[in-house]
Structure formats: C-alpha cells, structure tokens
C-alpha cells in the first residue's frame, strides 16, 4: 500500500514571509520541512530555493555526536556556507544566546536533549541564514530558553529574512507569522493570512472527539453513559479561546437509589490537578436518593484557563461506598487566538495558570489641589 505524507503540495513562499505551518499530528507538516530543508528527496515535483537555508527539525540534526559544541558550531557554519572567519565573530555571541558556555568544549554526546535544542537553535539563528527551518523542536527548551528564542525569531524576521515555523502553539504561531498554512492529511487545506489559516484550523480541530458515550451496564449504581463539550452556541467544541464560555453536558442513569451520591469531577493541566469540585452535593435532590432513571447535568466549566491541553476525570462517588463508576475522561484545548496585533504582549504579561482580567472599582476619597 501507498502512503503520500505529502500530495499535490503546490506553493510559493516570498521573501521576508513568516509562515506558520500548522496542522494535526500527522498531516505532514514536519515532513514538508525536511523536503524544503532537502533532507528528504521528493519523490516526484521539483522545489525552488533561492538563498541559504538553516534548518532546526529534530533535536540532534546537523551535530556530530563525537565532536564538541565549539566543533559543531563550526561544522554547521561550514555547512551553512560560511567562513571560519565568519563563524569566529558569531561564536561568543552563539554560545552566551545558548548558555552552555561550561560545556562547549565537550562531546555533545553528553549534552542533556534541552542543552542539544539550546545549542542547536543558537547556531542556526545566529549564523545569518536567508531562511530559517524550524520545527516543533523548541518545545524541549526550558520556559525561558523558549521565550528568548522566540524573540531571536522575531528579530530574525524583522531583519526581513525568511521564517518557517511548525507549532501546535496557536498563541505562538498568531504573534509572530504573517502568513499561515494549514496542512490536512498531507495536502493543502488552506494558504493565506495567519488570522485566515487560524481560523480555518479552529473550525477543523473544535469538533474532534467533543462527544463520548460508553455502553450501558445496569450493575453499575450510578452510571456515566455520555460526556459533551459544548460552547456558548450549545454546539460540540473542544477546541476554545481563552475567555470562551464552555460548558460539559453528562447523561447519566441511575440504576439504584443511592444516598449521598455527587459527581466527582477534576481538572488537570500537565497532569496537574487544578480544581476538583462535587458541586452536585450542593444539590442533593440532583442525585442524592433519586429515583432510577436517566438524567441529564450541565455545568459550566471555568473560564480564563491558560492555553493548553485540558483534562477531565468524572466519576461518580457515594459516602462511604467509594467510587460508583469508573473514571471517565474527556479532553479539550485552550488556544490564545483571538487577540488583536497591539494586544500581542498579553501571554508575556498574564502568566499563570489562570490569565484573569481582573475587574477594579475605584472611589475618590477626596482630592487635594496641586
């Protein structure tokens, strides 16, 4: 059987565009990379490169195990083109951006994978590419190594150079690319403006795997028979911005009057769990001895999450008896996506986990003449 990651990929990049590519796990966004950075021969079509490319796709690429950090950066820096003269003035400058300034005479064989990825990045930015390649391989880096390459990124493409950027990170993609391309089962879903290419990825990611049911069993007392994320429209959607309203809708049996029954439910962010509430015990006619039958609960989740992957754990548990059912999951993703160009410094200075927007009241005491 034939498999084409990529299929009829037809498209013209400019000079000084900064194209986010995006897309789903496996709708071929690294393998595109890899063709345009020439690592991967296509199997037929013809690519066009005017200027020299750094490419930065999987940690490792481009270093020599058994050579030093100090001879990798002149081993890309020859590959790149350059002469050791030209390395040689970018060379204190790579390894302060790297910050492995105690290891650069080592093998790199030794390097942990974020010092790898730091030194990595800092020698592709750093020795003046045309075009800069870089793939999702920034998410090994430390938050902090993270932000300042970003911001080399972004001097990168103010300097007018080429940038192609692949990310999961929406929030990320949207303040610094101009352009976006979206990939879908490796062919073209949609080329233009980066707000464009956001949205149509938005309205093809927010109703994937939004509903869950489970088959019936009457053995269990209080039982989880399907799960629903909704947004405030009441339509299927995992996929939300950051102050989106979201709601999650259960459908529930119960197959035996229990007394003190809620519903467990708890949050996670990284598999850290943020908030567990049995609300449902503050409504004990909801569940709390009613009668066999099936139900139906809303509830609205909380706003103001931080971008990222979101967890639910529901289950439903009685005093004294423990758990009822078992544990139920369903997941959802929280994306910074909707913020005007001047609002851009809003992830740099609302972090946190919870990115509120506080709501002030303000009186005059009195006032005094200057």
């Known amino acids: 059987e034939d498999f084409w990651a990529l299929k009829d990929i037809n498209l013209e990049i400019k000079k000084g565009d900064v194209v986010g590519i995006i897309g789903k796990n496996g709708a071929g966004k690294s393998t595109l990379l890899k063709v345009l950075s020439q690592i991967t ?74 010092m790898y990825v730091r030194l990595a990045f800092s020698v592709a930015a750093h020795l003046e590419p045309e075009i800069l390649i870089i793939d999702e391989v920034l998410a090994v880096g430390d938050a902090e190594f993270q932000k300042k390459c970003l911001g080399k990124m972004q001097d990168v493409a103010d300097h007018g150079r080429t940038v192609l950027f692949v990310s999961h990170n929406i929030g990320v993609v949207h303040s610094l690319c101009n352009k976006g391309l979206l990939l879908s089962n490796g062919e073209i879903a949609f080329s233009g403006e980066i707000n464009d290419a956001i949205g149509a990825y938005v309205k093809q990611s927010k109703t994937a795997d939004a509903s869950l049911t489970f088959d019936q069993n009457d053995d269990i007392a209080i039982q989880i028979r399907g799960i629903q994320l909704l947004d405030e429209k009441g339509e299927q959607n995992s996929y939300f911005d950051v102050f989106d309203k979201r709601y999650l809708l259960i459908n529930l049996d119960i197959n035996e009057v229990v007394k003190n029954a809620v519903i467990n439910l708890e949050l996670e962010y990284s598999g850290i769990t943020i908030m567990r509430s049995f609300d449902t015990d503050t409504f004990p006619d909801w569940l709390d001895g009613r009668p066999k039958g099936e139900y139906s609960l809303k509830v609205e989740l909380p706003s103001a999450l931080k971008a990222g992957e979101y967890t639910i754990y529901l289950s439903t548990v009685a005093l004294k008896r423990g ?26 200075w609302r972090e946190g986990l919870i990115p509120a927007i506080l709501n002030w009241e303000i009186k005059t005491i009195e006032t005094r003449n200057a």
């Open 41 to 114: 021969q296509p199997t037929t079509g013809r690519i066009e490169i005017n200027g020299r490319v750094a490419s930065l796709l999987e940690v490792g690429t481009g270093f020599h195990p058994e050579l030093t950090g100090r001879e990798n950066i002149y081993l890309n820096g020859t590959i790149l083109g350059m002469t050791r003269k030209e390395v040689k003035a970018k060379f204190d400058e790579i390894v302060a951006f790297s910050g492995v300034e105690k290891f650069i005479d080592t093998p790199v064989k030794h390097y942990s994978s974020g």
């Open 323 to 348: 758990y009822l059912d078992q544990p139920k999951k369903v997941e959802f993703t929280v994306e910074e996506i909707s913020f005007e160009p001047e609002n851009k410094s809003y992830a740099k």
